[in-house]
């Protein structure tokens, strides 16, 4: 065995022990296709208000520019699958969303990711991301062999479809590069784009961000929702995950094993009425470590009242 795969075998074993279900690599070069894709995205002003969007256009299309001397970009996939859901005519908060701050628990794991490589491997630069950071990550997956990116937008897997977070890990490493995901398994079906309440789900894999209620109940902030839209929630509280119900591959999924992902039981338990009745220092108890707190209890109480008049 080569240094190169007695590393990369070490790195996926470890990611596997943190608890990752998948962990795949690509060699760190600029996406310039996706540059493309991203700037015809842009330009069309299919992230509404989401300005950060438009901020370090090298930095995305560029691992190099995020970690200098790149090499090696790691993809790596979280099952948020609960075991658990709410019941159907309640507000619904997405799936990823019921437990603890993904972004939190994510970064734990890459920075023990990261020391464990250096104490292993030696001196290695590297930085880890989670949807924090202009990192284009389902191109990475993609790259890396975890999944197809589907007519949903997002990245699915063939064994446990699309209910994972990714994550991505930079590094100054050289390390055995995975074939990309060349084939595509949505074939003929549309379930996803005759299901979006909104119509955000354009052709050739296009979200249109503006339109999706995602994007409405969690990044307006301060903003009124447009009433267009009225009547088209679906009763969506928080997110919106209709495009992945409804999709075949999402059969596969299998429930979490991360603790931290367990449902607040009041995720599970709240009906309209406490919802209605919560206050704002309950919402900053209860809600504490939930993503739910990105909307804030104004920007909730803004969805509920949107949803339910
Ligand atoms: C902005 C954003 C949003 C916006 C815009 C959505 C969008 N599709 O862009 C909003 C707020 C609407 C949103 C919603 C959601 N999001 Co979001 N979002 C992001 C974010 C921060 C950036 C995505 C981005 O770059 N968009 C810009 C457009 C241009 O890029 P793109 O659609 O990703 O397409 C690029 C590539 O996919 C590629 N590409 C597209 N098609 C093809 C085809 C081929 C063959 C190839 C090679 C490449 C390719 O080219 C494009 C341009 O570069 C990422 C995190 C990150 N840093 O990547 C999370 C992320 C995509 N979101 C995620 C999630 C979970 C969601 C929601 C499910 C949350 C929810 N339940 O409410 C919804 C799903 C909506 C949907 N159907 O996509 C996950 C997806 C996980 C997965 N399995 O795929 C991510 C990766 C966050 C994470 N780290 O886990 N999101
Ligand atoms: S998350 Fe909901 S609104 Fe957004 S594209 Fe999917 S189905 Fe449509
Ligand atoms: S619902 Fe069908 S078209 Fe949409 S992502 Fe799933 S398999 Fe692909």
């Known amino acids: 065995m080569t240094l190169i795969e007695k590393n990369t075998q070490f790195i996926k074993s470890t990611a596997a022990q943190l608890g990752f279900s998948y962990?795949?690599?690509?060699?760190?070069?600029?996406?310039?296709?996706?540059?493309?894709?991203?700037?015809?995205?842009?330009?069309?002003?299919?992230?509404?208000?989401?300005?950060?969007?438009?901020?370090?256009?090298?930095?995305r299309v560029d691992p190099s520019k995020l970690v200098p001397g790149?090499?090696?970009?790691?993809?790596?996939?979280?099952?948020?699958?609960?075991?658990?859901?709410?019941?159907?005519?309640?507000p619904q908060v997405s799936k990823y969303a019921y437990g603890?701050?993904?972004?939190?628990?994510?970064?734990?794991?890459?920075?023990?990711?990261?020391?464990?490589?250096?104490e292993n491997i030696g001196e290695v630069h590297g930085r880890g991301f989670a949807d924090s950071a202009p990192v284009l990550e389902k191109t990475w997956a993609q790259k890396?062999?975890?999944?197809?990116?589907?007519?949903?937008?997002?990245?699915?897997?063939?064994?446990?479809?699309?209910?994972?977070?990714?994550?991505?890990?930079?590094i100054d490493l050289e390390l055995q590069i995975d074939d990309p995901f060349i084939k595509d398994y949505c074939g003929s079906?549309?379930?996803?784009?005759?299901?979006?309440?909104?119509?955000?789900?354009?052709?050739?894999?296009?979200?249109?961000?503006?339109?999706?209620?995602?994007?409405?109940t969690i990044e307006l902030k301060d903003m009124l929702i447009p009433g267009k839209m009225?009547?088209?929630?679906?009763?969506?509280?928080?997110?919106?995950?209709i495009c992945q119900?409804?999709?075949?591959?999402?059969?596969?999924?299998?429930?979490?094993?991360?603790?931290?992902?367990?449902?607040?039981?009041?995720?599970?338990?709240?009906?309209?009425?406490?919802?209605e009745e919560l206050t704002e220092e309950a919402f900053k108890v209860i809600f504490k470590n939930s993503p739910l707190k990105r909307s804030k209890y104004q920007g909730i109480k803004?969805?509920?009242?949107?949803?339910t008049e």
């Open 302 to 307: 803004r969805n509920l009242k949107f949803m």
């Open 70 to 90: 790149a090499k090696s970009v790691i993809t790596l996939l979280l099952n948020y699958f609960p075991g658990e859901q709410q019941k159907r005519n309640v």
């Open 144 to 170: 890396s062999g975890l999944g197809w990116i589907a007519k949903n937008g997002n990245l699915i897997t063939k064994e446990k479809g699309s209910f994972f977070f990714i994550a991505t890990l930079i």
């Open 189 to 216: 079906c549309t379930r996803c784009i005759d299901a979006c309440p909104t119509d955000a789900i354009l052709d050739n894999k296009v979200i249109d961000g503006s339109r999706c209620i995602s994007y409405f």
């Open 245 to 275: 119900d409804v999709c075949p591959w999402n059969r596969f999924s299998k429930p979490t094993s991360e603790k931290a992902f367990t449902p607040i039981p009041a995720i599970l338990n709240f009906s309209t009425n406490d919802w």
């Open 23 to 59: 962990c795949g690599i690509a060699k760190a070069a600029r996406l310039d296709e996706d540059a493309r894709r991203l700037e015809s995205w842009l330009n069309k002003g299919f992230h509404g208000g989401m300005t950060y969007m438009e901020n370090y256009f090298e930095l």
């Open 230 to 241: 009225k009547g088209k929630f679906e009763n969506r509280l928080f997110g919106c995950d």
């Open 100 to 118: 603890q701050d993904y972004h939190e628990v994510i970064r734990g794991k890459l920075r023990t990711l990261l020391q464990l490589i250096k």
